[in-house]
């Protein structure tokens, strides 16, 4: 039964695909909450209780994932408005978390783990193209590196 949130947004999410929309604004985020929605599940695997640690990861890695979404497809696509919102949303989602560690709500390994995005946004060659080649694998590598920081975080949280 804690599976079938994650379950019917998977569904959902192949029915967008199967229509050949899985590229437009709300296919995308549909994309991202299904993608982590398996984090309150894997919590709750991992812990054996639903707890508000799911919830912190479910919001981190879906802040995480959406902001450097919108941070790769403002490099490659060369728009200005969706930089602009990349960078907000990554100053929101740091000071957000410096503002739950300095209250004791988490750990202080969470803020770091939005640190690279919010440098990689604000960075001075942060409005240059992209690479779509090397893309991916930068991508990959840093969203790993944020999410074990943030696995970190609530594990010593």
């Known amino acids: 039964p804690w599976l079938a949130p994650g379950a019917i947004l998977a569904a959902g999410y192949g029915a ?11 296919g995308r985020v549909l994309a991202l909450i299904a993608l982590t929605s398996i984090a309150p599940a894997t919590h709750l695997a991992a812990r054996g209780t ?13 802040g995480y994932y959406l902001c ?3 941070f790769v497809m403002a490099r490659l696509r060369r ?12 100053a929101l989602l740091l000071s957000g978390a410096i503002a739950a ?14 640190l690279p995005l919010a440098v990689r946004t ?3 060659g942060s409005a240059a193209p992209a690479d779509p080649r090397s893309v ?3 991508e990959l ?17």
């Open 101 to 114: 560690a300095a209250q004791g709500a988490v750990h202080w390994l969470i803020p770091l783990a939005f």
């Open 122 to 124: 604000w960075s001075p």
């Open 68 to 70: 450097g979404g919108v």
């Open 16 to 26: 967008v695909v199967l229509s050949g929309r899985e590229r437009s604004v709300p």
């Open 136 to 138: 991916g694998k930068r």
């Open 79 to 90: 728009s200005a408005s969706a930089l602009r919102a990349a960078r907000g949303g990554a």
């Open 141 to 157: 590598a840093l969203g790993w590196l944020s999410a074990a920081l943030i696995l970190a975080g609530l594990r010593l949280g």
């Open 50 to 62: 639903l707890e508000a640690g799911a919830a912190i990861l479910w919001a981190s890695l879906g």
